[in-house]
């Protein structure tokens, strides 16, 4: 299976920043974006780091900071926008495992980590509600993903 390779073009900072409804702001190796909600008594910054290393390997990390975390997305695979919710969901996969990164335009950030691949494709009405909303905020990034590997499990 081939990885895909995410660059983020300054077309798609470009929409990423419409989107969260602030500026990016080129900072070194990084372009950061600052989210403050004060009705919310929200604030994050995030942080894409195009094509660095990671370990031994080139990747997108994405990293995110508020006053009460610190996240990071290692390896990002792809991102998907929606202007009708307000966010960018950023994921990640390997081995049949997604991690996604939802970042809100008010300032909200949401993180599902470790996620079997099969659960977007599944019947999410038969998974409990603690389980279904990863697959239902995941199922967006369906499209990208390459193809999984044909399965080598055999069913008995």
Known sequence: MKER????????????SKVLGVPGKKKGNNVRFEIENPAMRR????????????????GNLISVSSLNAYLQLHCCSGFVISEMLGEVTFVGEQSGRLSGLIIEREGGCTLYSNVDRDLLSGDLTQLGPEVMMSGIALSLTESLLPDPQPSTRRVL
């Open 5 to 16: 390779k995410v660059i983020f073009t300054p077309a798609a900072l470009k929409k990423i």
């Open 43 to 58: 604030k994050l910054a995030v942080e894409i780091y195009p094509d660095i290393m990671i370990g031994s390997k080139r």
